[in-house]
């Protein structure tokens, strides 16, 4: 299993990213997916999630700022993320895990997000 993470970068503080994730190794569709960031010296925390249904759902620290999306056909899940604040400023991980072994879990390698003020 492979989930591959692009399109970080740095930007101003209203900007807009959009990440990308592309998996392979697993029945894409089947799967839960989600969006992790963790910046130093922090905890890593759950950005957005998105089920094997388009059931979203949103961490509190940034609703209404990012669109989780899918796209089966192309075994990706996209971040859209508006509003940049500087407390974005993180490394974001695409995640997932077995839905038949929930306890085993696959990683993306991590994008680093800067947002400057």
């Known amino acids: 299993v492979q989930l591959q993470a692009s399109g970080g970068g740095s930007v101003q503080a209203g900007g807009s990213l959009r990440l990308s994730c592309v998996a392979s190794?697993?029945?894409?569709?089947?799967?839960?997916m989600m969006w992790y960031r963790q910046a130093p010296g922090k905890q890593r925390e759950l950005v957005a999630a998105i089920s094997s249904g388009d059931n979203t759902n949103y961490g509190d620290s940034v609703k209404g700022r990012v669109t989780i999306s899918r796209d089966n056909a192309k075994n990706t899940v996209y971040l859209q993320m508006n509003s940049l604040e500087p407390e974005d400023t993180a490394v974001y991980y695409c995640?997932?895990?077995?839905?038949?072994?929930?306890?085993?879990?696959?990683w993306g390698q991590g994008t680093q997000v800067t947002v400057s003020s």
């Open positions: 190794g697993i029945t894409f569709g089947a799967h839960r």
């Open positions: 995640h997932t895990y077995d839905y038949n072994r929930p306890w085993v879990e696959y």
